[in-house]
């Protein structure tokens, strides 16, 4: 059994570093075939649906990624529907490089485990490609859309040194249990009409 790792959480330096690619020989190797088993076993544990190498500590430009089953069944159908929430089976992407394929924005709730407790609505392109190297530094290319791209974009930002606080609508943050509590049965559109916007405020003080 892999050892679970600590994920760092913002305000560490690493999460604001660019991460350095891994060559053939590391990623073929024995120490980024062990880390690859503990970013599995860390991700599952948390639990997430993406883990980036920065949040472990380590500026190198590895992802894994899984959507499991389990974990869209727990959600009510209509919604993983709307947000376009299927599964993504485990995989790791190694120098991963990403391209806008449909560039409309979706705007949802996110979360990152490197920001704990907290959600935001982060817009996001709504489909992308990302190419990358796998666990045997085989290429690979993923085209996808809807939510597995939105974890596609959140991980390789993580590569860049970027969060999502970085790219959300600021005036939405909430601890989880609030989102739960008084958001859940709002409309996005509604939620960002009842929180109003920076602009407004700005105004009011001026
Ligand atoms: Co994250």
């Known amino acids: 059994m892999a050892n679970i ?11 604001r570093q660019r991460a350095r690619r891994l060559t053939m020989d590391e990623i073929r190797g024995p120490e980024i075939s062990r880390l ?3 970013m599995r076993e860390t ?3 948390a639990p997430g649906v993406g883990l980036a190498a ?3 500590g380590l500026p190198i430009q590895l992802v894994v990624i899984e959507d499991r089953p389990e974990y869209i069944d727990r959600g009510d159908p209509d919604e993983m529907t709307a ?3 299927t599964t993504v089976p485990f995989q790791v992407l190694a120098n991963p490089r990403l391209t806008v394929v449909d560039k ?3 705007e949802l709730f996110e979360g990152c485990l ?9 817009p996001r392109v709504r489909a992308v490609k990302v190419e990358a190297l796998d666990h045997l530094g085989q290429p690979v290319t993923l085209s996808v859309q809807g939510w597995p791209a939105r974890i596609l974009q959140h991980e390789i930002d993580h590569l860049r040194g970027v969060l999502c606080i970085d790219r959300m609508l600021s005036r939405t943050m909430t601890t989880a249990r609030n989102q739960a509590r008084h958001w859940d ?7 960002l009409a009842a929180v109003g916007t920076t602009d407004e405020t700005d105004a009011e003080l001026t």
């Open 36 to 38: 690859i088993d503990e």
């Open 54 to 56: 920065p949040q472990v």
């Open 114 to 122: 490197s920001v704990a407790d907290f959600v935001m609505v982060v």
């Open 43 to 45: 991700m599952r544990d």
């Open 104 to 106: 409309t924005p979706v």
């Open 185 to 191: 049965e709002h409309s996005i559109p509604d939620l």
């Open 5 to 15: 790792l600590k994920i760092v959480q913002a305000g560490h330096p690493v999460l």
């Open 83 to 85: 947000r376009e929430r």
